[in-house]
């Protein structure tokens, strides 16, 4: 909502500017303009040495001459060998890090009691601490460990 006063603003400023722009320019005749001399610098190099004068007619570009391209076929390289990876140990069988959550079954000001008989003790934000010390994340009415 802010940036709709100045963009308009804007808007209308550039407009004011290109109609008066166009009402105080002076018509110019082309047999007028062709009578002018070709702009060029004066001697120091900072200003036109005649005004007003007319830009120089467009030089006629030079016709391109053809050249063969020339596509070279890169040089062939060979793969490097193929390394054989040692083969790891078997991993040992790791007891399953997330354990499921668990229901609640009632819940106070102070906390929740747990499907399992465990009481969890608020600490605010949905995280619950266990009787052991270990922070868990409440959920509705599940509790995750």
Not at 18 to 29: F, G, I
Not at 45 to 52: D, F, I, M, N, R
Not at 78 to 84: N, S
Request: charged share 15%; hydrophobic share 40%.
């Amino acid at each position: 909502m802010h940036i709709i006063k100045p963009a308009a603003m804007t808007a209308t400023l550039v407009f004011g500017m290109l109609v008066c722009a166009n009402a105080w320019a002076e018509p110019v005749d082309s047999e007028e303009y062709a009578k002018l001399p070709v702009c060029t610098l004066s001697e120091d190099g900072k200003s036109l040495a005649v005004e007003p004068c007319r830009t120089a007619p467009a030089k006629v570009p030079m016709p391109r001459r053809p050249v063969p391209q020339i596509i070279q076929r890169m040089p062939q390289t060979k793969p490097p060998p193929k390394v054989a990876m040692p083969t790891s140990p078997p991993l040992p069988a790791l007891d399953p890090l997330v354990k499921p959550p668990v229901p609640t079954t009632s819940c106070d000001a102070a906390g929740c009691f747990g499907a399992n008989g465990v009481r969890y003790n608020n600490l605010g934000a949905g995280a619950v601490v266990t009787p052991s010390g270990k922070v868990c994340n409440r959920s509705g009415a599940t509790i995750q460990c």
